[in-house]
Nanobody
Framework: QVQLVESGGGLVQAGGSLRLSCAAS????????MGWYRQAPGKQRELVAT???????NSADSVKGRFTISRDNAKNTVYLQMNSLKPEDTAVYYC???????????????WGQGTQVTVSS
């Protein structure tokens, strides 16, 4: 069984930084794309940033130049470095990964439990 466990959320003042981590564990043959999404109260979940197994990245316009996604394939871990945080970045941040548990088996989409990020003004 695959699990994604996030860490690194918390409370920070505007202009500050946080680093989120998400480690995948369990029965894993390969991991395709990994990413971060967020959901603020009363809003839909939205993409923050994604990264392919080869290191190609994509991010939302609202975080470009402030957030950086990276991954360590040896550790099955994805990171989100968040700098110059703004109050509008406040949300629950969810880790996402597309994982193949066994060779020749289908890939499935997995989600972490979410970690709260709160940015005070």
């Amino acid at each position: 069984q695959v699990q994604l466990v996030e860490s690194g959320g918390g409370l920070v003042q505007a202009g500050g930084s946080l680093r989120l981590s998400c480690a995948a564990s369990g029965s894993i043959f390969s991991i395709n794309a990994m990413g971060w999404y967020r959901q603020a109260p009363g809003k839909q979940r939205e993409l923050v940033a994604t990264i392919t197994s080869g290191g190609g990245t994509n991010s939302a316009d609202s975080v470009k130049g402030r957030f950086t996604i990276s991954r360590d394939n040896a550790k099955n871990t994805v990171y989100l470095q968040m700098n110059s945080l703004k109050p509008e970045d406040t949300a629950v941040y969810y880790c996402n990964a597309i994982i193949q548990e066994r060779r020749l088996r289908p890939l499935f989409n997995y989600w972490g439990q979410g970690t709260q990020v709160t940015v005070s003004s």
